[in-house]
Each structure stands twice: as C-alpha cells, then as structure tokens.
C-alpha cells in the first residue's frame, strides 16, 4: 500500500535531525508488544517493556520468550545482555523514562458482537497519560476501530499532567506470525498516523535504522493510519475467501481449484499470493479485524459498503465444515469410533497461536461427532490442550497414526508436507488422507496406496 499515495497519504522523504535517539517503552508484552520491543533494542534503543503481567514480565527478563517466534529467543537474549532492554510492571517508571510510548496490547472480539474490545488499549492509555508530566509521545500500534485515535487523543489530553504537550500518533502493525522478526526489522513500509510535524520527526527518529535501509514510509493523518490495518486483512481475507469460493465451485464440477488459482496468478493484475484453496485463515487477526471492520462500518452507516465481508468471513467458516464432509465421506458417512490423526493444531505453520484455529475447529467437530481424535503439533500442543482438554495430543506424527483410520493434514508444518507416505501406509489400519492444505504431492501419496481427498479437487 505504500507504493500508492493518496494526497494526504504521501510517501516522504526521510529528514535529518541531530536530536538524540528516543528512549523507548512498549506497553504490552504481547506478541506484538515483547517482538517489537525485543527488535527496537536490537536496532540500538533504550527500550522499556511494559505490562501488568508480573509473570510475563518475569519470564522476559529472565530471558524466556513466552510464545513461540522463530529467532526471536536468540535476541532476547542479545538484547538482554546488551543492557538496552528490561521489563517492568511500573507505569511509573514506564512515564519517566520513556520519549515514545508504544501502545501493544490486545484488540480480541466482544463477546457477544463481532466489536473490537477496546478494554486494554483505554487501560494502557488511561495508566500511562495519567503520568506523562513532559512532552512525549504516545504512538498506538494495535488494530482499532477507526475513530479511536481521535477519541484517545482527547483523552490523553484531559489526562495527561502535560496536557497537550503528549500527542498521540498511529503506527499500525503489519507482522506475520512465523515472521515477525523480518516483518519488524524489514518491514515492506512504515505508515505513520500524525497530527504534527514534531510527532513525525520523533516517529522517524524511533526508527531511524529501519528508514535508513530504505524502507518506505507513508505519512498521513490519524484516521487513515487506522483504516490501512484493516484494509489491508480485509483484502488478504477477501482473496483467501475468493480461491475457496472457486474451490467450492470446482467441488460441484469436477474442476481443480490448483491449477485454477495457478493460471489466475499468471495474471499480474491478481498475482498468487494468498490465492492459495485450503481450509482457510484463523488466527488473533483477520477474523476479528474483518468482523470488527463490518461492524464499525455499520456504526457509522456505511456497513452496506463492507457487505461483501460478511459473505468473505461465511466461506472461511464453511470450508471448516466442508474438511468435516470429506473426512465422513472418507469413511463412509459416519465418523462415530473412527480413529482420526489431526496433523496441526496451529492456525499457520511456525506459530504456536490457537485462536480461531481452523485446525482445532475441525479436531473438535470430529470428537463431537465420536470420533477418537488425536492431534499433533510440533509447538502448539500446550495452547491447543489448554483450549480443548477433551481431545488427545501426541508429539509424533508416527506414532500418533499407528492403527488411525483416517489422517487429516490441517497445518502445513514442513515436517508435516515432508511425511513419507510409504511409512505412515505401513502404521495406519486404513490408508485414507484428506489434505485440507493443498499442502502434499497427491501423486505420490495415491502412489503409495493412499485414497486422497483435497478441497476443490477431484
């Protein structure tokens, strides 16, 4: 989005300053929060986290990277030793020491309505502006409904000791579970949501490292910072949901939904990313961004121009159910006392995130339909035991398939795309495989005896 620039949405140049480097606190230690601050002190700031966590913030300090992130462990570690980074509970602290203040914490969904819960983004503010006596910063990087910025400016405002000496800014995240080390330190642009040219210099200054390698930043006003998250899952979400809704089509012509989306990314108006069929997306973040986006849209009379998402979160969730009806058709109609391999528990691979996960939605639809299901993940077993007790968890995809009726590939971990058919046919009782990520070679799986099913495939 960076490449195309609305008049008040502009890509500029980056500006000299002789001003020291800022000192920076992340409030929320989150993934979002704990990466960010993890990478800040890397790139050479002086760097608070904070949260009302204590044993989060004990686990951080003594090195211990509560979520699993590839290579982020490794610069705790460095930064930690570094001295550039500490943890606290203090908003106290947090307030004198800070120039920037990061605001990181969780946006989940209500409830009882598909609304952004904005409990912890008013708390982080409310604590921290009740302190700020000088001039500072308070820059938000969680996903908001739009029109929150100008709300918590106004309440920085009436809070904060130094009044309207505290600006507040919107610096929207862009990080990809499994990435979120690259996506930080290379990100592909840098949007920054102001009301001053002071609150830019001092965004540009908080990032000083990463502009000077060239990455694109966009400057633009509060309201349009807070929409380019949003529309951005929105459109990767509508993308994902389009090649299933071919797939979908293709399920009822006998077409195959992958060579369709391989001659549609030819096309360079379309391209292939994220044009990939399968079971469809989960996580913490475009479900509820894009049920959050609906609803805000709604709010401000304008949810006929959003339609199109309701639509866009109704065919991820069906091809969940759909991944059900190949695994019964695949043994006849009824799953009851079936012994079912659940290959992932994850929402995508190198993440250990469960919420929302497709994976565990059809884990779980299968034990409710008497199957005696077994899943295995290579770092989510924890999470996903925590939110589904009542299923059964290995740590071997081998062994967890000894005797299994059916095996369903629900998260394309790599050691999962690699699994040799011959040995899994030589353990299972029946060689029967639904494939719910296009993930494996269909060839050489029916090569080795396995019956195969895929979404949107013959």
Avoid at 201 to 230: C, Y
Avoid at 286 to 303: N, Q, S, T, Y
Wanted: proline share 6%.
């Amino acid at each position: 989005m960076a490449g195309i620039a609305a008049p008040d949405a502009v890509v500029t140049d980056p500006v000299d300053s002789d001003e020291p480097a800022p000192r920076l606190t992340v409030v929320g230690t989150g993934y979002l929060g704990a990466t960010h601050a993890i990478c800040m002190a890397v790139l050479g700031f002086d760097v608070l986290g904070v949260d009302v966590d204590p044993g989060k913030i004990d686990r951080l300090n003594a090195g211990e990277v509560p979520f699993f992130e590839p290579g982020l462990p490794e610069l705790l570690a460095k930064a930690l030793d570094s001295g550039r980074l500490r943890f606290t509970t203090s908003f106290d602290e947090a307030a004198g020491f800070g120039d920037v203040h990061f605001i990181c914490v969780g946006t989940p969904q209500q409830s009882d309505s598909g609304a952004a819960d904005l409990r912890y983004v008013d708390s982080a503010v409310t604590e921290l502006a009740s302190r700020l006596r000088g001039r500072a910063l308070v820059v938000g990087k969680s996903t908001v409904p739009v029109g929150t910025a100008a709300r918590l400016t106004e309440l920085v405002h009436r809070l904060a000791p130094a009044g309207e000496e505290v600006e507040l800014a919107w610096n929207p995240e862009f990080l990809r579970e499994g990435y979120a080390v690259d996506d930080t330190l290379r990100p592909d642009r840098l949007v920054f949501g102001v009301r001053s040219p002071w609150a830019e210099n001092r965004l540009r200054a908080a990032f000083a490292p990463v502009i000077a390698q060239g990455t694109p930043v966009v400057v633009t006003d509060l309201t349009t910072a807070e929409l380019v998250k949003v529309a951005a899952n929105s459109f990767l979400a509508t993308k994902i949901s389009y090649i299933n809704a071919m797939a979908e089509v293709c399920e009822a012509t006998g077409g195959d939904v992958t060579r369709l989306a391989e001659a549609l990314a030819y096309d360079d108006r379309i391209g292939g990313r994220f044009l990939k069929p399968g079971l469809g997306f989960g996580g913490g973040c475009l479900p509820k961004d894009i049920r959050a986006f609906a609803h805000r849209a709604e709010e401000l009379g304008v949810g006929q121009a959003v339609t199109f998402l309701r639509e866009v979160d109704a065919i991820n969730k069906r091809r969940r159910a759909r991944t059900v009806d190949l695994v019964r058709e695949l043994v006849g109609g009824d799953p009851n006392g079936v012994r079912v391999v659940a290959l992932g528990a994850a929402f995508k691979p190198n993440s250990d995130d469960v919420r929302d996960a497709p994976a565990l939605d059809v884990a779980s639809t299968l034990d409710r339909l008497g199957a005696h299901v077994t899943v295995v993940d290579p770092a989510a077993t924890a999470n996903a035991r925590r939110s589904h007790p009542e299923l059964t968890y290995a740590t071997d995809a081998l062994t967890a398939a000894a005797g299994a009726d059916v095996v369903v590939l629900l998260t394309e971990w790599n050691e999962f795309r690699h699994l040799d058919p011959g040995a899994m046919g030589a353990v299972v009782a029946h060689r029967r495989i639904v494939d719910g990520r296009h993930a494996l070679d269909p060839a050489q799986w029916r090569a080795a005896g396995w019956e195969y099913r895929a979404l949107g495939r013959p």
